[in-house]
């Protein structure tokens, strides 16, 4: 069974050594309903080349062979993961996205399974640099092969315990007037922006929605909901602020969101603290009060799943996770279902290819 957590020490806890031995001690499951469509509308690699980063290519493949049919795969930038050790630091990321599309170039036999993995590409651009952006974007396009479909300037911030642990950005990023020149470049690039924030900022993001109604919003992580820290003494008043914000945010049909990182330490559950990795039905239970309010708030049809993999696997393994998924949604609707499983984002990220 999982412990509470009582000291919160960062979204990845374990080693790699040291989470392979933890993620063993229980026999794997099987994979429910194989034949559902998954489109995985988050996860990262690290090191791609690097031996000596703990999450590669293979080490996804091997995750995505445990028996569910998740046919593609969007990828989020893993920050500085890949990147130019030199040169001008705004074209340094473009190094990821170079690496990645390299890497990815040809679908993967995974299991029983062929899955394009990176079909689509959201990478790091820092937008602070106004319009200076829009020579770094042509070259993340160009690197991105096809693929790149949006954007990611982390903005996450909190000056308690989370933000010795976490990115933390300048204060009112979101409303910067450098930052919203960069901004602006993205609808001239047909691309979307990835909302990476605490729940504490959501009301940020709705400005920020309001001021660019044309362009695409993806929230991750429904926003983070913050439960370590100071937060976690205090969670029934912290998660009432979550679902108000959240529901409000909601209103602007221009953004959607992504249902996951529950898995992270960072959510409070602890399920990383437990003698071994949570059941399906553990992770399900846990999680299913915010993915109905997070569904209800948006609808289906803006919202879709994703693995955050690696760093949801402090929590539990792949299969766990989407057997997690199918649990919650076993009561719901086949179109809700699909929405929700492979529609929503191949729609949001423009993957008509991976339409089952």
Same mark, same amino acid.
């Given at each position: 069974?999982?412990?509470?957590?009582?000291?919160?020490?960062?979204?990845?806890?374990?080693?790699?050594?040291e989470?392979?031995?933890?993620l063993?001690?229980?026999?794997p499951?099987?994979a429910?309903? #194989?034949?559902?469509? @998954? $489109?995985d509308?988050h996860h990262?690699?690290?090191?791609?080349?690097?031996?000596?980063?703990?999450?590669r290519?293979d080490?996804?493949?091997d995750?995505?062979?445990?028996?569910?049919?998740?046919?593609?795969? $969007?990828? !989020?930038?893993a920050?500085e993961?890949?990147?130019?050790?030199?040169? #001008?630091a705004?074209?340094?990321?473009?190094?990821?996205?170079e690496?990645?599309?390299?890497a990815?170039?040809? #679908?993967?036999?995974?299991?029983?399974? +062929? =899955?394009?993995?990176?079909?689509? @590409?959201v990478?790091?651009?820092?937008?602070t640099l106004?319009?200076?952006?829009?020579?770094?974007?042509?070259?993340? $396009?160009?690197a991105?092969?096809?693929r790149?479909?949006?954007v990611?300037h982390?903005?996450?911030?909190?000056?308690?315990?989370?933000?010795?642990?976490?990115?933390s950005a #300048?204060?009112?990023?979101?409303?910067d007037?450098?930052f919203r020149?960069?901004?602006?470049?993205?609808?001239?690039?047909?691309?979307?922006?990835?909302?990476? /924030?605490?729940?504490?900022?959501?009301?940020?993001?709705?400005?920020?929605a309001?001021?660019?109604?044309?362009?695409?919003? $993806? +929230?991750?992580?429904m926003?983070?909901?913050i439960?370590?820290? *100071?937060?976690?003494d205090?969670?029934?008043? *912290?998660?009432?602020?979550?679902?108000?914000? +959240?529901?409000?945010l909601?209103l602007?049909?221009?953004?959607?969101?992504?249902?996951?990182?529950?898995?992270?330490?960072?959510?409070?559950?602890?399920?990383?603290?437990?003698?071994?990795?949570?059941?399906s039905? &553990?992770?399900a @239970?846990?999680?299913?009060?915010?993915?109905? @309010?997070c569904?209800?708030?948006?609808?289906?049809?803006?919202?879709?799943?994703?693995?955050?993999?690696?760093i949801?696997?402090?929590?539990c =393994?792949? !299969?766990e996770?989407?057997n997690a998924?199918?649990? =919650?949604?076993q009561?719901?609707? /086949?179109? &809700?279902?699909s &929405?929700?499983?492979?529609?929503?984002v191949c729609?949001?990220?423009?993957?008509?290819?991976l339409?089952s």
């Open positions: 069974m999982h412990s509470p957590l009582a000291v919160f020490r960062g979204n990845r806890p374990r080693t790699v050594e989470l392979a031995r933890w063993a001690t229980s026999a499951e099987v429910i309903e #194989p034949d559902l469509p @998954i $489109v509308a990262h690699l690290y090191g791609i080349v690097s031996e000596s980063q703990h999450y290519l080490d996804f493949v995750d995505l062979a445990g028996g569910h049919r998740v046919l593609g795969s $969007v990828y !989020v930038e920050f993961s890949g990147w130019r050790s030199d040169g #001008p705004g074209f340094r990321s473009v190094g990821e996205v690496q990645v599309s390299a990815c170039d040809a #679908p993967r036999q995974a299991g029983a399974n +062929l =899955c394009h993995v990176a079909a689509g @590409i990478s790091n651009v820092d937008l106004g319009d200076g952006v829009r020579a770094v974007l042509e070259a993340h $396009v160009a991105g092969q096809g790149l479909r949006g990611r982390h903005a996450t911030r909190d000056a308690g315990v989370v933000g010795r642990f976490t990115h #300048p204060a009112h990023l979101l409303a007037k450098q020149e960069g901004f602006a470049w993205l609808g001239r690039f047909g691309l979307s922006f990835d909302a990476l /924030v605490f729940h504490t900022q959501l009301g940020e993001v709705a400005d920020l309001d001021a660019f109604p044309e362009t695409t919003f $993806v +929230l991750n992580h926003g983070i909901l439960g370590v820290g *100071q937060y976690r205090d969670m029934p008043t *912290q998660m009432a602020r979550w679902e108000k914000d +959240l529901r409000a909601a602007r049909p221009n953004v959607n969101v992504k249902i996951g990182g529950l898995g992270m330490p960072l959510s409070g559950f602890g399920f990383e603290h437990g003698l071994r990795p949570a059941t039905k &553990e992770l @239970i846990a999680w299913q009060p915010r993915i109905d @309010i569904v209800d708030a948006f609808g289906a049809s803006r919202c879709m799943f994703e693995s955050n993999f690696p949801d696997k402090q929590s =393994c792949y !299969v996770l989407w998924f199918k649990r =919650c949604t009561g719901w609707s /086949v179109d &809700e279902r &929405e929700l499983f492979h529609k929503t729609r949001t990220y423009r993957l008509p290819h339409h």
